[in-house]
């Protein structure tokens, strides 16, 4: 199983980004797909996570300006940036808990940074 993750990059305070990722392999069914994000010297967070059925989950400090979204039949989630604020800069990473036919596994993506300038 994969996750490539793709949409960072640099923007200024207030500026958006639109983050996404596709899993791909071995894979039977995707329970949860989400980001996580970790900012230097930080531990990682989980940023915004959404279930099969639609329920999302996000952190405090990015509620109504983050949107995560997936598109079950392609296994793709989106992770749509608004109102970015210096403190958003971190390096994000896609996050899959599936099944892949033998159990469910924890996976992760590769990690896209995004820098949020003032």
């Known amino acids: 199983v994969q996750l490539q993750a793709s949409g960072g990059g640099p923007v200024q305070t207030g500026g958006s980004l639109r983050l996404s990722c596709a899993a791909s392999?071995?894979?039977?069914?995707?329970?949860?797909m989400g980001w996580y994000r970790q900012a230097p010297g930080k531990q990682r967070e989980l940023v915004a996570r959404?279930?099969?059925?639609?329920?999302?989950n996000y952190v405090d400090d990015v509620k109504g300006r983050f949107t995560v979204s997936r598109d079950n039949a392609k296994n793709t989630v989106a992770l749509q940036m608004n109102s970015l604020k210096p403190e958003d800069t971190a390096v994000y990473y896609c996050?899959?808990?599936?099944?892949?036919?033998?159990?469910?596994?924890?996976?992760w993506g590769q990690g896209t940074l995004v820098t949020v300038s003032s």
């Open positions: 996050y899959s808990y599936l099944n892949t036919g033998r159990g469910y596994y924890d996976y």
């Open positions: 392999g071995g894979m039977f069914s995707i329970l949860i």
């Open positions: 959404i279930t099969s059925g639609g329920s999302t």
